[in-house]
Nanobody, 126 residues
Framework: QVHLVESGGGSVQAGASLRLSCLGS????????MGWIRQTPGKERDVVAS????????WYSDSVKGRFTISRDNAKKTVYVEMNSVKIEDTAVYYC???????????????????WGQGTQVTVFS
């Protein structure tokens, strides 16, 4: 099991940038694909970015491709997402997730994540 804690959320104006961080603990963090998943009220969680266990592969949903960048530092057990040119529709609770399996490539389905952080709110205003 991986314990995850997100930070960096807040309220920002449309067009601005924001970086979220996710600090992990547990022996298997560096062996897990990681992702950022967001959720808005009444909707299911959507994976918006994922990174393989070794950082070699990344994946982005069409809604954030070209604007978000996911990265990880296994030595620090931390995953980041750099959010640029944010839009009002990016407003959501953002969760950090660790894949259920080890040594996975990117993980694009929320159901494939076995560990979650508590979430951090991102609000984008005009």
């Amino acid at each position: 099991q991986v314990h995850l804690v997100e930070s960096g959320g807040g309220s920002v104006q449309a067009g601005a940038s924001l970086r979220l961080s996710c600090l992990g603990s547990g022996r298997t963090f560096e062996n897990k694909a990681m992702g950022w998943i967001r959720q808005t009220p009444g909707k299911e969680r959507d994976v918006v970015a994922s990174i393989s266990w070794n950082g070699a592969n990344t994946w982005y949903s069409d809604s954030v491709k070209g604007r978000f960048t996911i990265s990880r530092d296994n030595a620090k057990k931390t995953v980041y997402v750099e959010m640029n040119s944010v839009k009002i529709e990016d407003t959501a609770v953002y969760y950090c997730g660790a894949a259920r399996s080890i040594m996975d490539a990117v993980t694009t389905r929320a159901s494939d994540y076995g560990s979650w952080g508590q979430g951090t709110q991102v609000t984008v205003f005009s």
